[in-house]
């Protein structure tokens, strides 16, 4: 575990929430079960197989040294958690946890819940991803036109709160989870962006109609489960979504699909896309913090931005 004890010696007092050290890219041999978000105040040590005492001891050990440099006199404020087969635990193992816990992230603000379950609340590696929707709805706001967004397996909302300040007219937020939505509602009052965002807890594909209704839209950001029974399997549902996107887009409007399947590369979108919504040209691939540098980038996450044709041609 090496690689991760240098980091965390190396490791500069990040002001946002953001990740710092990515063993699951495999960049660093015998260290892939490993991952260490910084959450600010608190640090949260991930290892996706079980692991000895003597190594939790050495990587808390690692981090009250360079707290101790970073923070004199602050307190460590850490927790463990353990992924193995399809369970997790979450344990304090120093200090405490914020309630509530806000970070920031470019200026905005993000209630995360890192004490218990697997996901935080806000995803670190989708964070280019934030600021590319903030560039993009900025760049195509004037007086007078500002972009509408849909924002598809919003979960708390993260790309609606940037959208927003960046000037959207509207994000119509959609996910199943009433409590993730409940938490994205805290975050658009937190940062005092409620007035123009709509929340539907909804399944989407029993929902065409009331997101139709809202269209068109400039912006459609689809970001997925890859797998999650009873609300999206990539492999069987993705093509189902895609094959209505060109109905749902304004003309010259964009989407970004993202997917975060290690086993399905880029080529998966693309050619479902070719295939079954062919006047959708692709503009770009987002690239990934550096922070989520992977051996392959077929295996790490995809963020693909197309776009619809413009009116002319839509005629």
């Known amino acids: 575990m090496q690689p991760l004890l240098d980091a965390i010696a190396s490791t500069a007092l990040p002001t946002d929430a953001q990740r710092i050290f990515h063993g699951r890219g495999g960049l660093h041999p015998g260290c892939e079960h490993w991952s260490l ?32 440099q970073l923070a004199p006199g602050q307190p460590l404020n850490w927790v463990f ?17 914020p309630d509530p816990h806000w970070v920031s992230e470019d200026g905005a603000r993000f209630r995360v819940h890192v004490g218990k379950g697997q996901n935080h609340g806000l995803f670190l590696d989708m964070a280019e991803g934030r600021r590319w929707v903030r560039r993009h709805v900025a760049k195509h ?23 927003l300040q960046a000037g959207a007219r509207q994000v119509v937020n959609l996910d199943m989870s009433q409590g993730a939505l409940g938490i994205g509602q805290q975050n658009h009052r937190f940062n005092d962006v409620s ?15 009331k997101v139709t209704r809202s269209g068109p839209y400039g912006l459609i950001i689809v970001d997925p489960p890859s797998y999650q029974k009873g609300s999206f399997v990539a ?14 887009l304004a003309p010259d409007g964009h989407v970004l699909l993202c997917l975060n399947a290690p086993e399905l590369g880029p080529a998966f979108l693309q050619d479902q896309v070719r295939e079954l ?14 922070a989520f540098a992977d051996v392959s980038d077929q295996r790490s996450l995809k963020v693909l931005v197309y776009r619809a044709p413009p009116l002319e041609k839509a005629l």
């Open 37 to 68: 978000d910084f959450f600010p105040p608190v640090w949260v040590l991930t290892s996706f197989q079980p692991v000895a005492d003597e190594e939790l001891a050495a990587a808390g050990a690692a981090l009250a040294q360079r707290w101790e």
């Open 81 to 97: 958690q353990c992924r193995h087969e399809g369970k997790s635990s979450t344990q304090l193992m120093a200090g405490a946890v």
């Open 141 to 163: 706001t004037t007086e007078d036109h500002r972009v509408r967004v849909l924002n598809l397996f919003a979960y708390t909302c993260a790309f609606s709160v940037v959208a």
């Open 195 to 209: 007035a123009n965002a709509r929340f539907l807890p909804h399944d989407l594909f029993s929902s065409w109609g």
């Open 235 to 248: 492999t069987k549902d993705y093509a189902r979504l895609i094959k209505r996107l060109p109905d749902l």
């Open 277 to 290: 919504a062919p006047e959708l040209s692709f503009v770009e691939r987002v690239a990934n913090p550096p």
